[in-house]
């Protein structure tokens, strides 16, 4: 554990350096100020319209983040072959692709807190720290398993088609209420099937999407948020699973 927490330390210093983290930071403060011009023009839907505009320039770039990072991070280390460097020391490779989860997983949670302070600052008193907190977990949570999902694939896809994989895997698993409501109504016995046997290939990511004003003001339900945590958590340590027993197999000269 204790080298797996080194590595991850190491591994985002590395990422941080990159200009990818800036330009997200940049674009989301933009639309977030954006959000608040556009809710200085209304009477009375200020808050709402700063909330939904920062929520939403928070949601794509994490996932921007995690599908970029998540694609080719291992691939640049079996490149360059500098993870044998690091594969020689003690180092398992399953503390390795942890460390490289980690490492990732931590840069997407500096760039949200940073942004959820520039979104508090312009919402003002109106924004309720628990029900933000509760919200913000569902969208980090998210966004660790379509990293986690993408990190796997990569192991044994090329990085752009882990890239098109994790994009893919974020639009199935926040559609999979619409996929069984039209296979139920649909008369093609391979569009129910697909539609009735989805949620076992795919979590079910709208789960986790909380972005509601309403939600922020009123809070999530706690059963539903409970109910949530524990489905995603259990896809995220399947994924990881997946990804280090792959990993561990793979040829890496």
Not at 185 to 198: D, L, N, P, Q, Y
Not at 241 to 253: A, E, T
Request: charged share 15%.
């Amino acid at each position: 554990m204790k080298n797996t927490l080194i590595l991850a330390k190491v591994f985002l210093l590395e990422l941080i350096r990159e200009k990818l983290l800036v330009v997200g930071i940049a674009l989301s403060v933009a639309l977030s100020l954006l959000g608040m011009v556009l809710g200085n023009l209304s009477f009375d839907e200020r808050s709402r319209i700063i909330f939904h505009l920062s929520l939403s320039a928070l949601h794509l770039v994490s996932l921007g983040l995690v599908v970029v990072f998540g694609s080719t991070v291992l691939a640049k280390e079996i490149e360059k072959q500098t993870c044998l460097l690091v594969l020689i020391r003690p180092v398992s490779r399953v503390q390795f692709y942890i460390g490289k989860f980690l490492a990732i997983s931590g840069l997407v949670l500096i760039f949200q807190l940073l942004v959820s302070v520039v979104i508090g600052f312009l919402i003002g008193e109106e924004l309720k720290v628990g029900s933000y907190l509760m919200i913000f977990s569902g969208f980090y949570l998210e966004n660790a398993l379509i990293l986690a999902a993408t990190l796997f694939v990569s192991v044994l896809i090329r990085p752009s088609l882990a890239l098109f994989f994790g994009v893919g895997f974020f639009l199935i698993g926040n559609w999979i209420p619409e996929f069984e409501f039209f296979a139920a109504k649909s008369e093609s016995f391979v569009f129910r099937a697909i539609g009735s046997t989805i949620r076992y290939w795919f979590p079910n990511l709208y789960r986790l999407n909380w972005r509601s004003f309403t939600l922020l003001n009123e809070g999530v339900p706690m059963s539903d948020y409970l109910n949530s945590l524990a489905h995603g958590f259990c896809w995220l340590g399947l994924l990881l699973v997946l990804g280090s027993w792959f990993w561990k197999r793979r040829d890496l000269v």
